[in-house]
């Protein structure tokens, strides 16, 4: 058994949105920075973390294709979600005015997000690992044509000027983050209107209208799916893998009915974890 850390781990350096999502969700635990994803999960799965920050999808940029691929092969587990409201800033070494920048550096969906200052200015955009990472190598580089777009944090840390403020091309631009854990922790239900989250992976069996008669149990049991995608699997082009989250608990009669007749239909059914909703949800889905 590995012994507490009291460190949660993140992908990117620190300032990124995924540090500041652990502090803001776990304010008494130590953000672990990792250089990827991969790592990321490493670090918990040796126990050298008690936790990993792992966002997931996006209001604009969509889901992060990496997290699809790696949560159903790890041997984690998924205990609660946060959903952060992304605002980024245009951050230079002090004294740059806008005029002298010729390249935009951040994390690809930063870049994504932020199109239109880019593009106005004419601007090269210059994809980085994470947007923390790119705002510190703003600061070491020293090179006055270089700006980078990150969190407000990563300008303190790295002690760089914001140019400009909340640059995001929508102010809808929310990431969702979930928890990850060695342990498998059921959140339990304390009453009938709180939302619960559930979220599995599944593999449908081979035969005609599989995939319908699989979620025919969540239409007649009345369960809300608010996300199905697929996912090809080694190297065809057939959708042989799915991942969903759905509203309500294992334990709720009508889930239960439910999984059942996707099991009957499936090969493989995972589920990856069941937590709370985070009180932004509701109000994301009524747009």
Known sequence: MNALTNRIAFQGDFGANSDMACRDMFPTMEPLPCPTFEDAFQALENGDADLAMIPIENTIAGRVADIHHLLPESRLHIIGEYFMPIRFQLMVLPGVTREEIRTVHSHIHALGQCRKIIRSNGWKAVVAGDTAGSAKMVAEKGDRTMAALAPRLAADLYGLEILAENVEDRDDNVTRFVVLSRDEKWVQRNNADEVLVTTFVFNVRNIPAALYKAMG?????????????????????VATQFYADIEGHPDDAPVRRALE???????KVRV???YKGHPMRGALQKG
């Open 261 to 267: 007749e996707l099991r009957f239909f499936s090969e």
């Open 217 to 237: 149990g969540f239409a007649t049991n009345g369960i809300n799916m608010t996300k199905l995608e697929s996912y090809q699997l080694g190297g065809k082009f």
């Open 272 to 274: 990856l974890g069941t």
